[in-house]
């Protein structure tokens, strides 16, 4: 999915389709209510985090799965503001990352002067994490 509007009513669209992409890739069971928390996380961190309120922003969305070492990659790519900042221990919020890193075997944040990519891989066999070019869907 590309160019999705960074909007709270466009979540569950996004979710769904990931869901259909868990469905359509034969994702293995277990892996797919972890895929589905950590991407979750991520989109709603954009929507929240990565444009002012009184702007409007998209998002990319790219999944992919390698079936040949069962990898799943999947990339959030936004095109604001990376805010940092580490989780306010008298919070109960900002713990997105800390999750999505719990719920995943790889996890990484990239901001840069474009905006802020999230990479987040579950590896199943040990192998290529280069995913299978066939398999990808929001491309």
Known sequence: MVAVPAQVSVLSA????LTEFATEA???DAMVPDM???????M??????AYPHDGAGTFDLKAAYNRADETLTIT??????????GPDPASRRGRGLQLMRSCSDVADVVPDDSGTQVHLQWRGRPGSAVPDENSVVGS
């Open 36 to 42: 589905l928390l950590a991407t979750y996380e991520a």
């Open 76 to 85: 959030i790519a936004d095109h604001g503001s990376w805010k940092s900042g």
């Open 26 to 28: 034969e994702l293995p």
């Open 44 to 49: 709603a961190n954009i929507v929240e985090h």
């Open 14 to 17: 996004a979710r769904a389709a």
